[in-house]
């Protein structure tokens, strides 16, 4: 079965520093890899996916993800944080065939940014 | 907006109790799929449909049904509730029926406290 990992429940960051929110998979073959965030009372966001190619992938919001097959990762970052990027951030994982085909979502990650 | 449409935002109902809510798709997605987001179990995958035929099963307790109408809109049924379904619950769409590459629409959730 796929899972998701993301090992730290709280990430705090100060206010135009660089930040990395962690998320490790395990699916059998070739994952499609995404990232969500939840901001309060709302539902889920979309912000960027990973298919193929090119291992850094760029969303929305000057977020980025770098996919890393050898360490089965795909951690998410920004370059320089906002306040307003405070949320709860999530990592999926989809696999190719049968029930991996649905979208698993990792624990989430609670990301402050501190002015 | 994200175009999914979820009624009632907040629902407080008693042990024992059933209660249904309403998801609209966004328009054009004929995908439906219902998740349970609790603190204990993160996001879990209950049930997808597409275009009224049910696609794929998750962690739906049996007391827990849904299904898609013509008009695509989607109900979740919960039956004899219990205090551990106090939950929020979110439904999201996309176009297409299998995985893959679909990003998937969510709306802003149904909140439910079962007293």
């Known amino acids: 079965a796929q899972s998701v990992a993301q090992p730290e429940d709280q990430v705090n960051v100060a206010e135009g520093n660089p930040l990395t929110v962690k998320c490790t998979y395990s699916v059998s073959g070739n994952p499609y890899l995404f990232w969500y965030v939840q901001y309060p009372n709302r539902g889920l966001q979309f912000l960027l996916k990973y298919i193929t190619g090119d291992n850094l992938v760029k969303g929305s919001y000057g977020f980025e993800a770098e996919f890393n097959k050898s360490q089965t990762s795909f951690h998410l970052k920004k370059p320089s944080a906002l306040v307003s990027d405070s949320a709860l951030y999530f990592c999926?994982?989809?696999?190719?065939?049968?029930?991996?085909?649905?979208?698993?979502f990792g624990s989430g990650t609670q990301l402050t940014v501190l002015p | 907006d994200s175009g999914v449409t979820q009624t009632p935002k907040h629902l407080i109902t008693a042990t024992g109790q059933r209660v249904t809510l309403r998801c609209s798709p966004r328009s054009g997605d004929l995908s439906v799929y219902w998740y349970q987001q609790s603190l204990d179990q993160g996001l879990q995958f209950l049930i997808q449909?597409?275009?009224?035929?049910?696609?794929a099963k998750g962690n739906i307790l049996e007391r827990f049904s849904a299904q898609q109408f013509p008009d695509l809109h989607s109900e979740l049924n919960l039956s004899s509730l219990e205090l551990g379904d106090s939950a929020l619950y979110f439904c999201?769409?996309?176009?297409?029926?299998?995985?893959?590459?679909?990003?998937?629409?969510f709306g802003a959730g149904s909140r439910l406290t079962v007293l």
């Open positions: 999926a994982v989809r696999g190719l065939s049968g029930s991996a085909r649905q979208l698993t």
């Open positions: 999201a769409s996309s176009v297409e029926h299998i995985g893959g590459a679909n990003v998937l629409t």
């Open positions: 449909y597409y275009n009224g035929e049910e696609r």
